[in-house]
């Protein structure tokens, strides 16, 4: 899927604007994520929203395996969250 088929930019405003495809695609995952798709109105905006969702993603199998190797549990041991 292109960029273009997610978002608009309005490059003399600064802004963004998400397609109806973003909305659909992305509705449900972002609240999870801690972000509301519909205040992404800047790049920068878009930008942090994918990475606290790739960040919530990639945790989500550490979560999963926790406890069940002590050498698998050294990996992440330390990172924000782990705790």
């Known amino acids: 899927m292109s960029a273009r088929q997610l978002f608009l930019p309005n490059a003399a405003m600064g802004r963004i604007r998400l397609t109806r495809t973003a909305l659909t695609r992305y509705r449900e995952r972002c609240p999870k994520a801690g972000f509301d798709i519909h205040g992404i109105t800047t790049m920068a905006q878009l930008a942090a929203a994918v ?22 549990d050294a990996i992440p041991a330390g990172l924000p969250g782990w705790d």
């Open 51 to 72: 990475d606290a969702r790739f960040a919530q993603e990639m945790a989500a199998p550490a979560r999963e395996t926790r406890d069940t190797d002590p050498l698998v």
